[in-house]
T-cell receptor, first 114, second 112 residues
Framework: EPEVTQTPSHQVTQMGQEVILRCVPI?????FYWYRQILGQKVEFLVS????????KSEIFDDQFSVERPDGSNFTLKIRSTKLEDSAMYFC????????????FGPGTRLLVL | TQLLEQSPQFLSIQEGENLTVYCNSS?????LQWYRQEPGEGPVLLVT?????EVKKLKRLTFQFGDARKDSSLHITAAQPGDTGLYLC????????????FGKGTHLIIQP
């Protein structure tokens, strides 16, 4: 069964460093998303991406964040200058069409900022 | 701001018992999705309900979407230890551009 994959599974970085989190969405899906989950808290929406541009973004998704689909399979989230409070699980998700609201999630990347 | 409240937050019952967990909002959603999440892993989709009053069954799990599409419930019959986990509901708005709004989840423990 097709699934969303994410790399790396864990990332440790120093405050102020740039990190890139990678995702491979399900191959025939057109909508892509990033969410984060701080330890013990609920899953929060960051950004949605369709047709090579951002569709929607939350208040969390400020100027230090960016997303890109550099090729036909990968979808990346870049955090330019990490802060301690960026430590969280980051989940990528994808859905089949713009009207298909069912989103399938990847296993996540655990980011720890020291 | 759309919010989803899940209750109870924690539930511990004996194997074989039945249980219901709830997901409530003051907002209308065009779809409601239920996920199960294990520690350190991503949410795994259980079901999507899209029509007010819709009922879907997945083996011993029964999901219902409220008539007004503001609430949903998950009923588990004859709970088993393998049902232990965190159950999340998430609401979507038609169009797909907006992200899902998640509840905080119900931590379910089924004791043998």
């Amino acid at each position: 069964e097709p699934e969303v994959t994410q790399t790396p599974s864990h990332q440790v970085t120093q405050m102020g460093q740039e990190v890139i989190l990678r995702c491979v969405p399900i191959s025939n899906h057109l909508y892509f998303y990033w969410y984060r989950q701080i330890l013990g808290q609920k899953v929060e929406f960051l950004v949605s991406f369709y047709n090579n541009e951002i569709s929607e973004k939350s208040e969390i998704f400020d100027d230090q964040f960016s997303v890109e689909r550099p090729d036909g399979s990968n979808f990346t989230l870049k955090i330019r200058s990490t802060k301690l409070e960026d430590s969280a699980m980051y989940f990528c998700a994808s859905s089949e069409t713009v009207w298909q609201e069912t989103q399938y999630f990847g296993p996540g990347t655990r980011l720890l900022v020291l | 701001t759309q919010l989803l409240e899940q209750s109870p937050q924690f539930l511990s019952i004996q194997e074989g018992e039945n249980l219901t967990v709830y997901c409530n909002s003051s907002s209308v959603f065009s779809s409601l999705q239920w996920y199960r999440q294990e520690p350190g892993e991503g949410p795994v989709l259980l079901v999507t309900v899209v029509t007010g009053g819709e009922v879907k069954k997945l083996k011993r799990l029964t999901f219902q979407f409220g008539d007004a599409r503001k609430d949903s419930s998950l009923h588990i019959t004859a709970a088993q230890p393998g049902d232990t986990g965190l159950y999340l509901c998430a609401g979507g708005v038609r169009g797909g551009a907006d992200g899902l709004t998640f509840g905080k989840g119900t931590h379910l423990i089924i004791q043998p």
